[in-house]
Nanobody
Framework: QVQLVESGGGLVQPGGSLRLSCAAS????????MGWYRQAPGKQRELVAH???????TYADSVKGRFTISRENAKNTVYLQMNSLKREDTADYYC????????????????WGQGTQVTVSS
């Protein structure tokens, strides 16, 4: 029904920047809540940033002031601008979307992308 494709990951030195993109396609009829999660080896997947359908944003404490999430509604695309990267930011980053359909009661849907690797190392 919905496909999410992440891009923009790679290798960067500490203090550098990367911009991740997530493009959603398929059966999308309304603006969805979208977010970025990350998972390092041996660790739990954690929320990095989230943007709701009305544009409000939330961030993990570890990335506040360094990362910025934004969305381009017409293209159902969400971005994650990552500045001042640290070694602890090394992880696989996943895009997520959640939304409800028009049924009564509405039905909930959640989709995940395949992930993109971010490595911060000197």
């Amino acid at each position: 029904q919905v496909q999410l494709v992440e891009s923009g990951g790679g290798l960067v030195q500490p203090g550098g920047s990367l911009r991740l993109s997530c493009a959603a396609s398929g059966s999308i009829f309304s603006i969805n809540a979208m977010g970025w999660y990350r998972q390092a080896p041996g660790k739990q997947r954690e929320l990095v940033a989230h943007v709701s359908s009305d544009g409000s944003t939330t961030y993990a404490d570890s990335v506040k002031g360094r990362f910025t999430i934004s969305r381009e509604n017409a293209k159902n695309t969400v971005y994650l601008q990552m500045n001042s990267l640290k070694r602890e930011d090394t992880a696989d980053y996943y895009c997520n979307t959640m939304f409800y359909d028009d049924n009564d009661p509405p039905q909930f849907y959640e989709y995940w992308g395949q992930g993109t690797q971010v490595t911060v190392s000197s």
